[in-house]
């Protein structure tokens, strides 16, 4: 399907951004389009004006701070995360960057993007919740950081708000992270996944079986200590054609067990 006439803007500066989408009420931001320019063909969305961030540099690239901390530009693309000698600092990252989709779709998709869209089947969003990332939020009243456990609010929905843009994402020092997924084929959507990080505390968070990342917190790493966590939470998760809501709920635990014995590997 052709997609619906719309304006188009390239800003080159984020300031530049935030002034279009405040006076245009209709105005989206646009990354990398993997997701947006197909919602748009299937009328799901259609904003007045396409807000193009690919003319702002200061929204990409990645800076390694001396105390391991990674500091990520929203339209770095999955490849270049996977390609970043900085982000081997927190090797999960280029990881799981590597198994999203295909090489197409990881040239030209962002992690701001992935996280922007918060499609509940998503490598990034339970992945940015293990590992303790914030999201950096600039619009006309300033910047402000969100914690990723409070960043994904519903499905396709997050803390960033009308008028504003996702700036950078802070992701602190760790290194003992683990990610498990089942795919619909090889590097397919997830049916369900599972990220884990141990660095301080053990915090586990489940995609696929909810609107937002679920979070567990284990007593231990130990696989019944995980499984019984997954339980304690009462998953529902959503029933379609791929999955049953209770083999998800299962997968969920299994997952879970995995990405932890993987990010307790070596710690
Ligand atoms: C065939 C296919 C298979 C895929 N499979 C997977 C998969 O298995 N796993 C996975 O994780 N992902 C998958 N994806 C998603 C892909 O990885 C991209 O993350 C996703 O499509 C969005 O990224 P984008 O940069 O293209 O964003 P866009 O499509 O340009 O934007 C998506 C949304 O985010 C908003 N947005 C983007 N950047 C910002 C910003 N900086 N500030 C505010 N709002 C912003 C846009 O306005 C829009 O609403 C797949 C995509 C395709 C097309």
Do not use: W
Request: proline share 5%; glycine share 10%.
């Amino acid at each position: 399907m052709l997609l619906r006439e719309v304006d188009y803007a390239k800003p080159s500066s984020v300031a530049d951004a935030l002034s279009i989408l405040a006076a245009h009420g209709g105005a989206r931001a646009l990354a990398g389009g993997q997701t947006l320019l197909n919602v748009m063909k299937a009328r799901v969305a259609s904003p007045d004006v396409l807000v193009d961030l690919n003319g702002i540099d200061e929204l990409r690239g990645i800076e390694l701070a001396p105390d391991g901390t990674l500091s990520i530009g929203a339209m770095t693309t999955c490849t270049e995360i996977c390609e970043s000698a900085e982000a081997r600092a927190r090797p999960i990252l280029a990881e799981v960057c590597g198994q999203i989709a295909d090489v197409q779709v990881r040239n030209r998709g962002t992690i701001g993007g992935n996280i922007c869209s918060n499609d509940p089947t998503n490598h990034l969003p339970p992945l940015l919740t293990a590992i303790g990332a914030r999201m950096r939020i600039q619009g006309a009243n300033g910047e402000r950081e969100v914690e990723a456990a409070d960043f994904f609010l519903g499905v396709y929905v997050t803390a960033v708000g009308q008028g504003e843009l996702l700036t950078k994402i802070v992701v602190p020092p760790g290194r003992h992270d683990g990610f498990a997924a089942v795919t619909l084929g090889v590097d397919g959507t997830c049916i369900a996944n599972a990220a884990a990080s141990v660095n301080g505390s053990l915090r586990v968070a489940l995609g696929c079986v909810d609107a937002v990342p679920v979070v567990v917190s284990p007593s231990s790493g130990d696989d019944d200590a995980v499984r019984a966590a997954v339980r304690g939470v009462g998953l529902e998760p959503p029933s379609d054609v791929h999955a049953s809501g209770e083999y998800r709920a299962h997968l969920a635990e299994v997952l879970a067990v995995r990405a932890v014995r993987r990010a307790t590997e070596g710690s």
